[in-house]
């Protein structure tokens, strides 16, 4: 059965400390499957040698998203010192010649917008969220297992919740509503909300999900259903 399209808003007293948030919002199904070889050879010919020039030139500071992010999460009240959005985390990667994680197919397709866009990304299972989303400020106590981490301490964190609480945020996603890959016997689609999470206003956020279309489209199979911006 499919899962109900949540609607996404942004809470007004997140957007009044950074009025330039802006969400991303892509619904869209496909399998999830363990790889996509083309996926990997465009990164190899096209994103990761441009990368590599701007890496050895620029300061991760000056990166696409990446100043304008460590801005709104001073201002949210968070050392961007101690917590970084993914993209940076995965520059970082990059500029130390760390091999990219290979996940499956959805994350994957995830990992190559976010890194030729600047903007964090995640990816949720629909079929694990439980209403509708917001994106708001984290609560002092509130916190999460994150994928591949320990708790990740969530207040003041910019991060989306649903009915039952906290699912994802731009550094680290929830391990409720992660993407794992389908079962060999099971191809059935998977539907699935991809966030771009944005503090750079709209005009920027509504390129990235122009290339997430495309690359998902291309790279995941995916199915697109709905697209659009959320803005205070």
Known sequence: MKAPAPTISIDPALAAI???????????????????????QHFASHTQPRLAQMLESTELAAMPQIGTSRRAFKAFGRDPG?????????????????????????????????????????????????????????????????IGKDT??????????????PVGCPCSDSQRAMIVENMTENTAPRQM?????????????????????????AFAAAQISAAGVVCP
């Open 193 to 217: 909300l991809t966030v771009i999470y944005g503090f750079s206003g709209p005009q920027a956020v509504e390129a990235a999900i122009s290339l997430t279309k495309e690359h998902f489209t």
């Open 82 to 146: 101690r917590v970084r959005i993914s993209s940076e985390a995965l520059y970082r990667r990059l500029r130390q010649g760390k091999e990219l994680y290979h996940i499956n197919t959805a994350v994957d397709a995830n990992n190559l917008v976010s890194l030729e866009t600047g903007f964090s990304l995640g990816t949720y299972d629909l079929a694990c969220l439980q209403g509708n989303l917001v994106l708001r400020l984290g609560h002092e106590g509130e916190g999460y297992a994150g």
């Open 18 to 40: 950074w009025p330039d948030t802006a969400l991303g919002c892509v619904y869209w199904s496909a399998p999830v499957l363990p790889q996509e070889p083309q996926l990997w």
């Open 152 to 165: 990740l301490d969530l207040h003041r964190m910019p991060l989306l919740a649903d009915a039952l609480g």
